[in-house]
């Protein structure tokens, strides 16, 4: 956009692990750059989604969700990732969901003393059940703090999503555009190739998925008759672990690679082949 004023900025999108920050991201960027899954902690790396509309670019931050212990915010790797992505942006999205304000969001609240443009999102409403529990809750929250606004939503069901982005936009400072106008993300292709995959991992083995699994993309190119060839290596430390990932007769990692080819076919729309592997390394 030549000879014409533009407005960009970065909004981090923070709140207790689980309440739906990376399903807002993809809505509010129109599409899947973050993974999600019912599984709390899914986020585990500091990811931008940028949107450019109009004259506006919105650089979204989704944040790993706080880690609490004894009920404290302790001094880890995962809460340092969230205090970074406060520093420098125009404004923060601290997203709750229900209607009961609990103390690991009160705890979260603390931490964004220091912003002075905090709007407050309240996700899943379409599981709210009585309505009329809504307005009583928003009386209450209007005490917490001087938020911007607060605006109820439903990240799954896209309810009130425009409403989110447009006090976005307001908040955006006059500036040239970050990334160019198609950019929907800060990460690389690999990166979003390995966490495709993380995501089926954590979807299919639930409660069995080894902690501690990486996923390594060892091949990722495009071949001469335009599909696209991957082939990724997933450590574990332990043999029994490997079992579990690979499943009885293949089973597991069969379901895990179709289904984390189709989520890679539509997100680069390129045919995808894919190969699985499983090593142990012990460390
Ligand atoms: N009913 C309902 N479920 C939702 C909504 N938004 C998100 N979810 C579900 O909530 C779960 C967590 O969503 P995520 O987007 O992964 O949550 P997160 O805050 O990014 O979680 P972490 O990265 O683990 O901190 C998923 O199962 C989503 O499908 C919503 O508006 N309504
Ligand atoms: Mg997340």
Request: charged share 20%; proline share 3%; aromatic share 8%.
């Amino acid at each position: 956009m030549l000879n014409s004023i533009t407005y960009a900025g970065f909004v981090a999108i923070v709140g207790r692990p689980n309440v739906g920050k990376s399903t807002l991201l993809n809505r509010l960027v129109r599409n899947k750059v973050s993974i999600t899954s019912s599984k709390p902690h899914t986020t585990r790396y500091r990811i931008c989604g940028i949107h450019t509309e109009g004259s506006y670019q919105s650089i979204y931050i989704d944040t790993p969700g706080f880690y609490f212990k004894e009920n404290q915010i302790v001094d880890c790797a995962i809460n340092r990732t969230v205090i970074r992505a406060l520093d420098g942006v125009s404004l923060v999205i601290f997203l709750i969901e229900g209607t009961r304000w609990t103390s690991a969001d009160q705890m979260v609240m603390s931490r964004l003393k220091e912003q002075e443009s905090v709007l407050l999102v309240i996700n899943k409403v379409d599981r709210i059940s009585d309505k009329h529990t809504l307005l009583p809750y928003l009386h209450y929250l209007v005490q917490k703090r001087n938020f911007v606004e607060i605006v109820p939503i439903s990240a799954k069901k896209s309810i009130n999503i425009n409403i989110v982005s447009s006090i976005v936009q307001e908040h955006l400072p006059k500036s040239q555009y970050y990334f160019p106008e198609k950019s929907i993300t800060n990460r690389s292709q690999i990166f979003m190739c390995s966490e495709i995959i993380r995501e089926k991992l954590i979807r299919f083995l639930g409660a069995e998925l080894p902690s501690i699994i990486i996923v390594k993309i060892n091949k990722f190119s495009l071949e001469k008759n335009g599909y696209l060839n991957i082939s990724s290596m997933l450590l574990v430390r332990h043999n029994s672990q490997k079992n579990i990932v690979i499943g009885n007769g293949g089973s597991k990692i069969k379901t895990i690679g179709i289904a984390a080819r189709k989520d890679l076919e539509s997100f680069f729309k390129v045919t995808v082949y894919l190969d699985l592997w499983v090593q142990v390394k012990p460390c």
